[in-house]
């Protein structure tokens, strides 16, 4: 579920973690909205995207190290 959309950020929470995207120029998603995995949240401004995850109390001192693979439909740079 999107928890916080706009400003060039989206929040995604599932299973009590906060998954942060930052850095949109384009937003795609409300807040509110129910998103699986590769669902469109928006577009990067420019030439890289910024992920964290937070764990509650979800503040910025409150993030990890990420978990994941990136989805089929991701594309890596670098």
């Given at each position: 579920?999107?928890?916080?959309a706009g ?22 998603v ?49």
């Open positions: 579920v999107v928890v916080q400003a060039g950020e989206v929040v995604v929470e599932s299973n009590a973690i906060w998954h942060v995207y930052d850095h949109l120029g384009d937003v795609t409300s807040q509110g909205e129910t998103v699986e995995t590769g669902d469109r949240l928006g577009a990067a401004a420019g030439t890289y995207l910024h992920y964290e995850e937070r764990v509650a109390p979800y503040e910025a001192d409150g993030h990890r190290s990420p978990q994941f693979d990136l989805h089929t439909n991701a594309r890596r740079y670098g």
